[in-house]
């Protein structure tokens, strides 16, 4: 009987655990189970990652898991006092979704650009009317947030022939602080948030930030839905302050079907689907057993999360 | 009084012309008046490139324009025997539409990549539906025309991390020659068209290579209608022998809204523009100024079509 007891959060298994037989007791919760079953586990594998359980149930005091891994790269929904006090160790899914993030953006700017929109709605109604569209190469973005999907976003939006900015929460080499945003925003044809939830940062995009922007600009949400007061984004496109936006996160997922955001003039709605291309299930999973394998044999643990800032920090 | 005749086919007239007062006399001309007046002009400016009144007006013998400009890329809609007989020089926009095409390519590879037209048409249901879609970084992509169209096209593909391979008429380095098209294409995801339309390329996509390829890969054009078997298109599509198509150029331009490609599965319809951004008609007409420039000073012009070819050869 292995020693170790894996409890795995989930609605349904990882695809790769089968690593693990005889190395690894694997128990599975559900949200109601979860509390129950936490004092008993050495590690938690928070597969369901749109969960608020762990924070939930996640013990005072008494026994616990030494190391929790979150196959996600926010780490918002389970982060809580208790577990940023106490001396378990919190990784994250880090570098799994930068590379497909950065091509979903690119695939916003430049649909934004082209107004493939409008394209589609035209040609649902069959109506050939042709438009002049925008020049990618040469603009600019700011893109907020300077982790690997940040760097990833802006490395494809470069590749696109677009000035970007990065702005990060201090500035270093190739990164502005938080001073330089607003006046990178006031210029920018493209920001695009990409920073971790944390209590610096949320609410963060709000009226004041979308009135900086060029009414010629659009603005594109993959980080978190709190980032954003969906209601002033609402506002500044009513309002023509900007002329675009794409949100693939929202305050509340999903988002309720009689939300005002789903006809928002201008506004791109998608269902948090920006990280997941085909494989990435499998992808999360190998990443956790490999780190599963250092743990086991004492190597340190790589995507270690600083729980007091709310990411791994970065480079 | 200038001495030189220049005559322009216009729709409205290009919006720089004024550079030329007191260099060259300028009349324009529309599809009815054509005939009449080309015998007296030196300079032809075709800047209504949609039309095929030069092919159909040029004259046998007696008096013509001894240099023919047209704003556009492909030269079929004027080119005729007559022309290409004659020792009148054809000129085109070569240049213009490069990198505004060449995104365009990028914008619908990402689109489709990512699932964008069944996002946006979820949207207007009101409906959240996560789905995995694809990464693009690792595909790859066959680009038929090796002008430099299909060259920019070719250079963004490879920015987005895409295996891309260029096919032209003869294999030079860098081009692959016609007999690698059929392997080329069973192997790609993507499959561009950005061929000039001449007597060897009419018709070309037809059945026959849609049928060499994988059941997931899309085929794109930018050339020209006519380089595509629109039913055989159609029959690929329906038959799910491939997994998606956009067309932006018809065999009949505007589509008839009778037309069954509107609303052929997982086809999306443009109205010929995937060039034209904001500016273009500026920028055209700066180039024939510039060239007009040349002409007057009797240094060579740029962009001289090979008329028996029907492009500009590349290098």
Aim: proline share 7%; hydrophobic share 45%; glycine share 8%.
């Amino acid at each position: 009987m292995p020693e170790v007891t894996l409890l795995v959060l989930d609605d349904d298994p990882p695809p790769r655990l089968g690593r693990l037989t005889g190395r690894a007791r694997v128990v599975h919760a559900d949200e109601s189970t979860l509390a129950g079953l936490l004092p008993s586990a050495d590690v938690l594998l928070v597969w369901d990652f749109l969960s608020d359980a762990v924070r939930l149930a996640w013990p005072g005091e008494g026994p616990r898991p030494r190391w929790v891994h979150t196959a996600s790269a926010g780490v918002d929904r389970l982060m809580c006092p208790e577990l940023a006090a106490s001396d378990t160790v919190v990784t994250n899914a880090r570098g799994v979704f930068d590379q497909p993030i950065a091509e979903y953006v690119g695939a916003l700017v430049l649909a934004m650009a082209k107004d493939l929109p409008r394209t589609l709605a035209l040609q649902s109604e069959r109506v050939w009317r042709h438009r002049e569209t925008q020049r990618v190469a040469g603009t600019r973005a700011c893109v907020v947030g300077s982790g690997p999907i940040g760097r990833a976003i802006a490395a494809t939006l470069k590749a696109l022939g677009i000035t970007t900015a990065l702005v990060g929460r201090t500035a270093r080499a190739g990164v502005h602080g938080p001073a330089d945003l607003g006046r990178l925003m006031a210029r920018a044809d493209w920001v695009v948030c990409a920073a971790p939830l944390t209590d610096d940062t949320r609410g963060m995009f709000d009226a004041r930030l979308f009135g900086m922007m060029q009414p010629s600009a659009r603005f594109i949400n993959v980080g978190r839905g709190q980032l954003v007061v969906e209601d002033d984004l609402a506002e500044a496109l009513a309002k023509r302050w900007i002329a675009g936006a794409a949100l693939d996160v929202f305050e509340h997922e999903p988002l309720p079907a009689e939300s005002a955001l789903w006809d928002a003039p201008g506004l791109i709605v998608s269902p948090h689907m920006s990280g997941d291309i085909v494989g990435w299930r499998d992808e999360l999973s190998r990443q956790f057993v490999e780190f599963f394998e250092k743990w086991e044999s004492g190597e340190p643990l790589p995507n270690v999360v600083d729980k007091k800032r709310g990411y791994v920090p970065g480079h």
